[in-house]
């Protein structure tokens, strides 16, 4: 099965949003090589082809409540566990180039 | 005078209920046992000693009763707690403090239960050891070099160490069961949608449930029974009562019972002593008067490759939600860095090894062309796993394995490889992936350390799980002449 590419890793990682190190990089495109490499064993499994997948354990199916409106968490609550704030609101840093 | 931290649950409330001891006694003597003995086991993040003795106060004043009014128990650090901090092991919210309660955490202080503080587990609850923990490993209370299991690590060596008689897991691969299976304590995983979700930080949303750790059969569904039930706050939450546990577990009796011991989970794989001691549980088993047979499933043998599929790519998801704007930590904010940079250099510093790997693994396993071959195919395979437990419980009420596949290894033997510490939860898995409860408890020891046979029942059977682990517990406290936590070394204090 896959061998894993640096690049491959690399670009998962910008995926993720996880601004990973080199040495980073080349210690899980060594590792994912060998999780892969085990997982892969699923493809033995033939008897899967016809078969419905399962999402979920137990099946539960349109969930409803009352369209109430019912109390939310204090904003000053929740803002207060927040990196940064201003103005009761999230701050958050520049999400637009400069040039934009 | 007693020492009120050897007593169970059960006799906890008992003496609290006839006044022959104040609940803020009790909660004193477990918060100065874990003064004495945490340094050395590690199995608490954060001790709320305010909190605890006001909770305590409360049920001395009769604000508050119930069959675990007073009980001191230890939280695990995934679930969250209003005004007190939850940092999931993860040093992307160290420092967060909740804004709100989840439900388990509404109902243990309804029950009058006295939460003294936080467990240590592995970060986001991935990992078997605890050594992923981004505060340091949590100890086995046995023999200190050795790991408590994982993730529920510190919640199992709280209850080891006496440091709590109760304590509250999850398992989503097996957290609370095998940290049970290496401690000797017993750990339950209900029926998925049993116990509410709801302030449960997320690591794999159609696995994660939450469950009662303790020392005794009955203390553990006492505690099933406090947290269990519907919750209008968690859609994935079953509408219906909780199963008959408590009178399950005093029932100890496994007359015409039919358990069956299921072939893929025993053997190869297993450490001989961890063999042994379930052979032998297996024959008590037998002789307490249950029919003993072995089914085939053979579909658990993919089990955990389907899990390591199915559990990162759901992890890969929850985890967007710590994009360094609501919680926690956010590093890079220089005014110059835009906000996916921060973002990014935020989740790279705050995330530990562990997190990592299973990120970009369920990422992969998520992209396009690679979909069908992993998470589609793991998704068949957890059907075709389900249909196995259905078979078997066409002639079976229970099946039977060990809990873990070895006993507690030492410290740092296996965390440079990911493989050998995933395969810690080959038995424990097919019970997540199918939804069904199971149970750990204690059956001996094999090199001084202990071995947990594991019970699965049914989804919603869960009182099987005490009737089987009542009857046997009891078969195997009067064959030691006392719990197996006696036999453990005492910690120096």
Known sequence: MPEITREEVAHLARLSRLALEDTELDGLAVQLDVILGAVAQISEVTDAADVPPTTHAVPVENVHRPDVVTPSLPREDVLAGAPAAEEGRFRVPRILDEDA | ?493
């Open chain 2, 1 to 493: 005078m007693t020492d009120l931290t050897r007593l169970t649950a059960v006799e906890t409330a008992a003496a609290i209920a006839a006044r022959e001891v104040s609940a803020v006694e009790v909660a004193q003597a477990h918060l100065d046992r874990i003064a004495a003995v945490d340094g050395a086991v590690h199995a608490f993040l954060h001790v709320d000693t305010e909190g605890a003795l006001a909770q305590a106060e409360r049920v001395d004043a009769g604000e508050v009763s119930g069959p675990l009014a007073g009980v001191p128990l230890g939280l695990k650090d995934v679930i969250v707690t209003k005004g007190v901090p939850t940092t999931v092991g993860s040093r992307i919210l160290e420092g967060w403090i909740p804004p709100y309660d989840a439900t388990v955490t509404e109902r243990l202080r309804a029950a009058g239960v006295v939460v003294l503080g936080k467990t240590n587990m592995d970060e986001f609850a991935m990992g078997s050891s605890t050594e992923h923990s981004a505060y340091g490993p949590t100890h086995n209370p046995w023999d200190l070099t050795r790991i408590p299991g994982g993730s529920g690590g510190g919640s199992a060596a709280a209850v080891a160490a006496y440091e709590a008689p109760l304590a509250i897991g999850t398992d989503t691969g097996g957290s609370i069961r095998q940290p049970a299976a290496v401690t000797g304590t017993v750990g339950v995983k209900p029926t998925y949608g049993g116990v509410s979700r709801y302030g449960l930080v997320a690591f794999s949303s159609s696995l994660d449930q939450a469950g009662p750790c303790a020392r005794t059969v009955l203390d553990a569904a006492l505690l099933h029974e406090a947290i269990g039930g519907h919750d209008p706050r968690d859609s994935t939450s079953i509408d219906a009562p909780v199963p008959p546990v408590v009178e399950a577990a005093r029932r100890k009796d496994v007359t015409g019972l039919r358990v069956a011991v299921v072939k893929e989970l025993t053997g190869e794989g297993y450490e001989p002593g961890v063999q042994e001691r379930f052979d032998e549980a297996v024959a008590l088993l037998q002789e307490l008067g249950a029919t003993v047979t072995e089914v085939s499933c053979p579909h658990f043998a993919y089990a955990l490759p389907a899990y390591y599929l199915i559990a990162p790519s759901e992890a890969s998801s929850n985890l967007a939600r710590f994009d360094s704007v609501r919680y926690g930590l956010r590093v890079g904010d220089d005014g110059v860095n835009s906000l996916e940079e921060v973002m990014s250099q935020t989740r790279a510093a705050g995330f530990g090894a562990e997190v990592k790997r299973r990120i970009i693994l369920g990422t992969y396993a998520l992209s396009s062309g690679y979909y069908d071959a992993y998470y589609g195919q793991a998704q068949k395979v957890r059907t075709l796993i389900t249909r196995d437990f259905r078979a078997a419980f066409e002639s079976a009420d229970v099946l039977v394995s060990p809990a873990s596949p070895g006993v507690a290894f030492p410290l740092g033997a296996k965390l440079d490889d990911p493989l050998a510490m995933y395969r810690q939860d080959l038995a424990t898995i097919p019970s997540n992936l199918y939804g069904g409860p199971a149970m750990s408890l204690p059956v001996g020891l094999s090199e001084g350390l202990p071995v947990g046979l594991q019970v699965m029942a049914p989804t919603m059977r869960d009182e099987l799980l005490y009737q089987v682990g009542g009857a046997l517990e009891a078969a195997l406290h009067d064959r030691w002449g006392g719990p197996l936590l006696a036999s453990a070394p005492e910690l120096e204090v």
